[in-house]
């Protein structure tokens, strides 16, 4: 009986022969391997194989995985690492591929050999391939404050997409905050939102009325115009007297 094996390819010529016959075996590679020798029988590295039958003999053919360049990359490259990196795995062998962000990038997702954003494992295919990382560079947006008259604010620069910024208003003395116009703010301060786009945040600020009393000292002696009452601070009033003797203007803070 002549026996014949073998993994990664087949093998011809089997079977029952009378001694002495001569027999041929031959082997034939499967996609993604390579004949790599027989053993047994006395045969060699060479296929076929050529001998005459004078015993039970087993003859297996060797055969071995071929090896496949993998080109595994980052898409744009600063956007990320991809490992392993390129280089040659053995066919049907199961690559597990992971990749890592850098900052000011997102991943979206895997091509050529693995899909989507998941786990990336890769059965080695005949002739190799690529494994691709794709990445996208979050953009920069600009946040401009700007403060009215009457106090300042603070928080304007470069952020990248989605940074949360905090817009606080600073009233100068005689003034009160108004509230904010511009992006997401109104009248609370500070105004804390997410960025995702170019945005110019203004203060508001309102002068303070306070209290300007004005008489006559002594009363008989004359009359001021106007008279005594509130008004916004840093204003100017003119003041005008009728037949007077003395006069005496105070400014005091609203209680």
Known sequence: ??????TGGSVSAGGTYPSGTQVTVTATANAGYTFSGFTGGGCGASSPCVFNLTADTTVTANFTA????????????PGGNVTPGPGFQTFGATVAYTQTTNAGYVFTG????????GACNVVVPVGGGSVVANYTAIPNYTLTTVAGTGGTVS???TYQSGTQVTVTA??????TFSGFTGGPCGGTNPCVFNLTANTTVTANFTPNNYYL?????????GTVTPGAGFHPYGSTVDRKSTRLNSSHVALSRMP
Do not use: R
């Open 66 to 77: 071929n090896p496949y360049y993998i080109n595994s990359y980052a898409d744009p490259a």
């Open 110 to 117: 895997w091509s050529g050999l693995c899909s989507g954003t």
């Open 1 to 6: 009986d002549l026996t014949v094996a073998g």
């Open 170 to 175: 600073t009233a100068n003395a005689g003034y």
């Open 213 to 221: 009393n004005t008489y006559a000292d002594p009363a008989p002696g």
């Open 155 to 157: 928080a304007g620069g």
